[in-house]
């Protein structure tokens, strides 16, 4: 669990940096840092699109999983729930930008694949590797964002950790590049959803989606049950 804890201390570190670097930054600066953070999450999500569609075995399955996920996470307002909650925190758009950050830290290679590779082989490589992107990160959206972004840690914490204790005490096979593959393309697409919102072109509630990521887990579960019938 070492590297996720480094991961976590990096970003309640670098959250910290940006927020105080916020205290000098004007008002018309923090709007072009909204603006930045967004063609940022549209560029990053499109290329995890991009970049995974063409490894895909099952090229409806992000389809499925975007309406299911959507049906799913609007019957049970995800978004609406969220954004109560942080409206009470008195920042407006704090909850784009806590969105954004946790798919960002959250839905990648790095932060699925480290956990396993630390849980199996003991190797935090990945983990490390992630803690230094998530540093710099977290620097930026603390300075547009504010003090609310230290949410994000605990988030990533028990995300990696509950990825460590599956691949530790269950199956690490279960992780399979494939459904890797699979996570990454619809969580690009959700990445970018939140690049939208801050692009202020259109609020897709991209925390309604969120059932998406659940999908593929489900699919392969079934798959395997199958293949060892």
């Given amino acids: 669990m070492i590297g996720t804890i480094v991961n976590t201390i990096a970003l309640l570190v670098g959250t910290s940096i940006g927020c105080l670097l916020k205290k000098g930054i004007k008002k018309q600066y923090e709007q072009v840092l909204y603006i930045a953070m967004g063609l940022a999450a549209l560029g990053i999500g499109f290329e995890n699109v991009v970049n995974n569609l063409p490894k895909s075995k099952y090229p409806v399955l992000f389809i499925v999983s975007l309406a299911l996920g959507a049906v799913i996470g609007t019957w049970l307002n ?30 990648g290679a790095l932060s699925i694949v480290g956990p396993v590779m630390a849980a199996v082989k003991g190797d935090n490589t990945m983990l490390y590797t992630n803690a230094t992107l998530d540093f710099v990160t977290s620097m930026v ?20 950790g509950m990825i460590y204790l599956v691949a530790k ?28 919102a801050l692009l202020k072109i259109k609020d897709m509630k991209a925390l309604n989606f969120l059932p998406s990521l659940l999908v593929p887990i489900v699919f392969f579960i079934f798959v395997d049950l199958f293949k060892a019938f």
Wanted: with cysteine; proline share 1%; aromatic share 14%.
């Fill in 78 to 107: 995800i978004d609406g729930h969220f954004n109560s909650l942080v409206d009470k925190m008195g920042q407006s758009n704090l909850g784009k930008g806590l969105a954004t950050e946790i798919l960002l830290c959250c839905i």
């Fill in 169 to 196: 005490f269950l199956s690490a096979s279960f992780f399979s590049s494939a459904l890797i593959t699979e996570i990454s393309i619809i969580g690009g697409f959700l990445i970018a959803c939140t690049g939208f």
């Fill in 141 to 160: 959206f603390g300075a547009s964002f504010g003090w609310g972004m230290l949410i994000v840690a605990p988030v990533l914490f028990c995300w990696q």
